[in-house]
């Protein structure tokens, strides 16, 4: 939507000041200035319209249309972004009425995707996700090409040529949706293994440019993608750490969350989203040194909300801790103690907190654990290693009946020790 091959499109942002808004429309504004420079363009103007509702027809008003035909014109820009997902129908009349491309939130955002999907799972749900966001805008689409006066339709295209256009795209999603179906069958089929494994998922969460890849990277020496800027990460990647207590669990990184994200970005990429459905522990990171940090969180917790995860356990995490200075970042960071008692700063670029970060997630692994004292025939030596690995061993004596073995487990794990070996045989 935004040709990131020319040079920059010049954007003009164009808000509404609502009534019952998440956030301010100037930091809102802020946000899709970001979003717009990561899709490639140049925002080099925006204005915003106080209204109790958006206009049905053309979005803002009448007069605010004028006021902003003018200035685009006299910036000499190339497209105006809304900063909100608009109606076709909206989408196509505030075009004719401006006389000028118009990009919505949500097409700047599938933009930003597109640049930065890189495995072929992702490469399929963003392609999914833009073709369901085109195909009901299809015809501004045309309308606009007919109007760049280019040889295809300048005569304005037929209805036929868009039903047509319809039918590929419809035969292509059909496609797109079988090929999501089989990786979501793999997925599926990792899953279960993982389970079968036992082992602790802990999932990072929270508002894209967070640091959530950082943090991963800080605990668990991994080395995927970090960068200063929204949706750096669109594949998740999960990697086994070994905590000080010697447990190993699972870390997961996966895209982050924003404000007003596009319906049809969150179907296409339920199967991304579907692995935070096994996570044992939400681990919700927040940039601390962002002003809109309340609002973030709350889209987050909305976020979470609709994807059936709001009772999940969860700890918070407050990153980039190291931009909190001063007399003012002091205040706030003793502001944040009080509000959040049991979260944990953390700055993940720098290592600060990383441990304590560690000692909590090996806490919350623990969380529900039972101690067992057994003893196991050799025959099941095996099981030694896997309490190792998976829970905490005290002790392992190896006797002539046996091996005694002291352990503190996750509950499943357990059971199948107590009906493996011989109960209270050692001692204590
Ligand atoms: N000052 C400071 N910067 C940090 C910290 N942690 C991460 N960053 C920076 O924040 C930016 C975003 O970090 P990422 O780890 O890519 O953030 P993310 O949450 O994975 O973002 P997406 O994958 O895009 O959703 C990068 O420029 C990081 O270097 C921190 O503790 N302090
Ligand atoms: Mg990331």
Request: charged share 30%; net charge neutral; glycine share 8%.
């Amino acid at each position: 939507m935004i040709d990131s091959a020319r040079p920059r499109e010049r954007a003009f942002l164009i808000a509404l000041d609502l009534p019952r808004a998440r956030f301010d429309p100037e930091d809102s504004l802020d946000e899709l200035g970001a979003l717009v420079a990561a899709a490639g363009g140049e925002v080099v103007g925006r204005a915003t319209q106080r209204r109790s509702a958006p206009d049905p027809r053309t979005w803002i008003g009448k007069g605010k249309v004028v006021e902003v035909a003018t200035a685009a014109k006299q910036l000499r820009c190339d497209l105006v972004v809304a900063d909100e997902e608009l109606a076709p129908s909206q989408q196509r009349a505030l075009e004719e009425a401006l006389g000028i491309r118009v990009v919505d939130r949500s097409g700047v955002i599938i933009d930003i995707f597109a640049k930065h999907a890189r495995t072929k799972e992702g490469r399929v749900q963003v392609e999914l996700a833009q073709l369901q966001y085109m195909r009901p805008r299809l015809r501004g689409l045309w309308q606009g090409l007919s109007r760049l006066g280019g040889g295809v339709g300048t005569r304005g295209p037929g209805e036929s040529l868009l039903e047509t256009d319809r039918r590929v795209i419809d035969r292509r999603l059909e496609d797109l949706k079988e090929r999501l179906a089989d990786v979501q069958k793999q997925r599926a089929a990792t899953r279960r293994s993982r389970s079968r494994d036992g082992l602790f998922l802990a999932a990072l969460v929270g508002y894209t440019n967070a640091g959530k890849s950082t943090l991963m990277n800080a605990l668990s020496g991994a080395d995927v993608l970090v960068a200063d800027q929204p949706f750096a990460t669109l594949d998740p990647t999960t990697r086994r750490t070994t905590l000080p207590n010697g447990t190993v669990v699972l870390l997961s990184d996966t895209v982050g969350f924003v404000n007003k994200l596009p319906p049809t970005l969150v179907a296409a990429f339920r199967a991304t989203l579907e692995e935070l459905e096994d996570a044992d522990l939400l681990v919700q990171v927040v940039d601390v040194s962002h002003p809109n940090l309340h609002e973030r969180m709350a889209v987050v917790a909305a976020t979470l909300r609709d994807l059936g995860l709001a009772d999940r356990p969860s700890l918070i995490v407050l990153n980039k801790a190291d931009a909190l200075r001063g007399p003012e970042g002091d205040a706030m960071r003793e502001a944040l103690s009080s509000e959040f008692p049991t979260a944990v700063f953390t700055s993940a670029s720098t290592g600060v907190g990383v441990d304590e970060l560690r000692d909590r997630l090996a806490a919350e692994a623990m969380r529900g654990w039972r101690r067992v004292t057994v003893r196991l025939p050799y025959s099941a030596g095996g099981l030694v290693q896997r309490i190792r690995e998976h829970g905490n061993l005290r002790s392992a004596e190896y006797g002539e009946a046996g091996i005694d073995v002291d352990a503190e487990v996750p509950p499943a794990f357990a059971a199948e020790l107590e009906r493996t070996g011989s109960e209270g045989s050692s001692r204590r």
